[in-house]
DNA sequence: GATTCGACGGAGCTTACTTCA
DNA sequence: CATGAAGTAAGCTCCGTCGAA
């Protein structure tokens, strides 16, 4: 699709640094071949101290009736960062980069899933929505080409009935008005009769004003990529 | 009040495994 | 014993939705 750009870019994503040790501030519990997560289980709930409240008020009130308020994970922006990185270059996950990236991001596999899920819901929206706004704007231009090309036929028509000349924009010599008319899909002029016009301009009709269920499904991702005007005639 | 985003449940699909004729 | 069909469980993605921030 040359129109919408690919993948995720439409939801900003920062370029990874070079260096970025993940978790330095994480306790290394373990030693066992660099290694430091070696006891973390990845099936707990993140520590109290990973989720990130609103506000200190609320951090202090945690625990009102010894029930413990759920709070709402708010990664962090170097999980943000990486996770972003990885969808970048992978849209899935396979289950060893699923647990490899979060034993990385100190997060569950699952968290890790979800995040993938709502990543790829998000984008998929975001692409509709950029898509929805390119078939208005198309839609809107071959409008204003139809009603164009309307008057042109209008004029034309009048030209039929009046005396037949039309001066020739290259050499400045009267042309007889049944031997232009212009081709829909190309716009190119061409020379037919003047029967020929009429029928033209039926066609012209149909042609250049696509209902909303042609448009979209022609669409799709490929229809996208070049205007259909441009096709050989 | 609107928006963002992490989380969940359910539907649908695939794959691996088991059972049985 | 080998084989193919049918049944089943597990795992995955997608979708719609909820609710905290």
Redesign the pocket.
Known sequence: MAVLPTGSSHLELTISVPGFASSPSFPSSGDQGGCTVRDLDINQVPAEDEWI??SME?EEESCNNGVP???????TKEQ?RLLEESFRLNH??N?KQ?EALALQLKLRP??V???F??R???S?LKQTEMECEYLKRWFGSLTEQNRRLQREVEELRAMKVAPPTVISPHSCEPLPASTLTMCPRCERVTTTTTAAIEKGSAKMTAATTPTATTLSSKVGTSALQSRPSSAAC
Do not use: H, I, Y
């Open positions: 409240t609103a609320d308020p759920r709070k709402k994970l708010r990664l943000s899935t996950l289950p699923k699952r968290q899933e979800v995040w899920q709502n790829r819901a998000r998929k």
